[in-house]
């Protein structure tokens, strides 16, 4: 399992750095987010859907739980917070197993539907404005991603 790590000292960085991720997702990519609320999981996801070629506002989908964008391949959004504990499936093997690119806030709360091969992205509050945001993956196809955002 490899872990990279970055610093980032505002909103804009962080929505910049994970449009850089955006731009090299593909179909069938399925990224997990976690972080405290307020830590920045909804801002990333906002700078990963432009990298991905989304053209409409991406906001939280709290009362949703499944948003729906199109990108260059299908975006789907999802905030998983209020299925805590509930192991309700709302059907995300079509979604995980599908075209389009995934990224779930609080996926701890589905862990047992969660594909084997993902990209683990964890925000973690420093201060005010500063997160420290860390890639975890146990893929190759991940791996290299991570690589060339570090150059
Ligand atoms: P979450 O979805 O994790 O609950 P949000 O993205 O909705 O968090 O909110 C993060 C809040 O933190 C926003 O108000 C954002 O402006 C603020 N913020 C301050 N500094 C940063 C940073 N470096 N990266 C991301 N968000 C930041
Ligand atoms: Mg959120």
Redesign the pocket.
Known sequence: MAAYTWT????D??MQFAERLGEQLESGDVCTLE??????????TKGLGKGLGVKRTIN?PTFTIIKEYQGRVPFYHMDVYRLEDSEEDLGFDEYFEGEGVCVV?WAHFIESFLPEERLAIH?AYES????TITLETNSEHFDAICKELTS
């Open positions: 980032t000292t505002s909103p960085e962080t972080g405290d609320l307020g830590a920045g999981k909804t801002t990333f939280s806030e925000i005010d404005v500063e997160r």
